[in-house]
């Protein structure tokens, strides 16, 4: 079993920064990638990042490129999702998530987190 616990969201004017952390158990996840996924009210979840938990390897999403960084503590198992000079449409419920594999679509995902509120405001 596989349980991942989200935290750090909140409120943040536009430009501002938030880290996002992700700490997983139950389970060793060398083999795993740690997705961040969001969803705003009426749209799709859509993928943000997500990192290769053995390698480090890193890739994201065109609309957070430069702004987000997504990073991993192997010894404390948390993934962490540093975002700088957010926007309102950054506002959404973020999630962290876990994939036998590397992949960008939620469907490939097999655990969830419950998620962290992010909210930017004009």
């Known amino acids: 079993q596989v349980q991942l616990v989200e935290s750090g969201g909140g409120l943040v004017q536009t430009g501002g920064s938030l880290r996002l952390s992700c700490a997983a158990s139950?389970?060793?996840?060398?083999?795993?990638?740690i997705g961040w996924f969001r969803q705003a009210p009426g749209l799709e979840r859509e993928f943000v990042a997500r990192?290769?938990?053995?390698?480090?390897?890193?890739y994201y999403a065109d609309s957070v490129k430069g702004r987000f960084t997504i990073s991993r503590d192997n010894t404390k198992k948390i993934v962490y999702l540093q975002m700088n000079s957010l926007k309102p449409e950054d506002t959404a419920v973020y999630y962290c998530?876990?994939?036998?594999?590397?992949?960008?679509?939620?469907?490939?995902?097999?655990?969830w987190g419950q998620g962290t509120q992010v909210t930017v405001s004009s």
């Open positions: 998530a876990a994939t036998p594999g590397l992949n960008s679509t939620p469907g490939a995902y097999n655990y």
């Open positions: 990192i290769s938990w053995y390698s480090g390897t890193s």
């Open positions: 139950g389970r060793t996840f060398s083999s795993y990638a």
